[in-house]
């Protein structure tokens, strides 16, 4: 832990506001660049993304916080602001908003988007493609985000929802339903996992076990 201290921001516990205390904005002196970091990539890595999709879908993001500097996975809106991550810290800057990524067509009415409540599991499905070609992506960047979405998935003749087996995941698939008409429940298929990436993460992890019983019975 200590080789990271001064890097990742980590949660305290809550105290009661100073009176007439102003609020310092939550992220300052925000710089922005490829992302490279090797603890970055090694987190993403132990994920399940590799380093060459997590650098082409991300940014690195370096900014200081209560007066410290750490730094982040960054992912960008359709607005300017930032999704950012790191092993110990998930957070936002603003405007929050969705992330429209046009892979193929444009939403023309023939067309398929794939819905994702967040952008680990939109890197998971890209990880789990392999380099196939995939269809147009909205990413909410929260379950709270969805009427800002309906409009943009109105746009399109098909939806696929890769959203979160619990109950926040079902409403909102269930509401995507009743606004878009034609949508995929794809959620049940990385079921008893709690969304793509822990399926993503199981399935890598089983991989490795059974590479290492058929080494174990070769030898």
Same mark, same amino acid.
């Given at each position: 832990?200590?080789?990271?201290?001064?890097?990742?921001?980590?949660?305290?516990?809550?105290?009661?506001?100073?009176?007439?205390?102003?609020?310092?904005?939550?992220?300052?002196?925000?710089?922005?660049?490829?992302?490279?970091?090797?603890?970055?990539?090694?987190?993403?890595?132990?994920?399940?993304?590799?380093?060459?999709?997590?650098?082409?879908?991300?940014?690195?993001?370096?900014?200081?916080?209560?007066? *410290?500097?750490?730094?982040?996975?960054?992912?960008? #809106?359709?607005? %300017?602001? =930032?999704?950012?991550?790191?092993?110990?810290? &998930? +957070?936002?800057?603003?405007?929050?908003?969705?992330?429209?990524?046009?892979?193929?067509?444009?939403?023309?009415?023939?067309?398929?988007?794939?819905?994702?409540?967040?952008?680990?599991?939109?890197?998971?499905?890209?990880?789990?493609?392999?380099? *196939?070609?995939?269809?147009?992506?909205?990413?909410? #960047?929260?379950? %709270?985000? =969805?009427?800002?979405?309906?409009?943009?998935? &109105? +746009?399109?003749?098909?939806?696929?929802?890769?959203?979160?087996?619990?109950?926040?995941?079902?409403?909102?698939?269930?509401?995507?339903?009743?606004?878009?008409?034609?949508?995929?429940?794809?959620?049940?298929?990385?079921?008893?996992?709690?969304?793509?990436?822990?399926?993503?993460?199981?399935?890598?992890?089983?991989?490795?076990?059974?590479?290492?019983?058929?080494?174990?019975?070769? +030898?």
């Amino acid at each position: 832990m200590k080789g990271i201290e001064g890097h990742f921001p980590v949660s305290t516990p809550a105290t009661a506001p100073r009176r007439a205390a102003a609020t310092p904005p939550a992220f300052e002196e925000l710089c922005v660049s490829p992302l490279r970091n090797t603890v970055l990539l090694d987190y993403l890595a132990k994920r399940g993304i590799p380093s060459g999709i997590a650098a082409r879908e991300c940014v690195e993001v370096h900014y200081r916080m209560r007066s *410290k500097w750490y730094f982040g996975i960054g992912f960008g #809106n359709r607005k %300017g602001g =930032l999704e950012i991550r790191n092993p110990y810290f &998930k +957070g936002s800057t603003s405007p929050k908003d969705i992330t429209h990524l046009r892979h193929g067509m444009q939403g023309d009415g023939k067309t398929t988007v794939l819905v994702f409540e967040g952008f680990m599991d939109y890197l998971s499905y890209l990880a789990l493609k392999q380099g *196939k070609p995939v269809p147009d992506c909205v990413i909410l #960047n929260s379950v %709270g985000n =969805l009427p800002g979405a309906l409009d943009v998935l &109105k +746009g399109y003749g098909h939806v696929c929802c890769f959203l979160d087996n619990d109950d926040a995941g079902r409403k909102t698939t269930e509401e995507i339903r009743q606004q878009c008409g034609s949508v995929t429940d794809k959620a049940a298929h990385y079921l008893p996992h709690k969304d793509l990436n822990e399926f993503l993460q199981h399935r890598l992890k089983k991989a490795v076990e059974t590479r290492a019983e058929q080494k174990q019975g070769s +030898g």
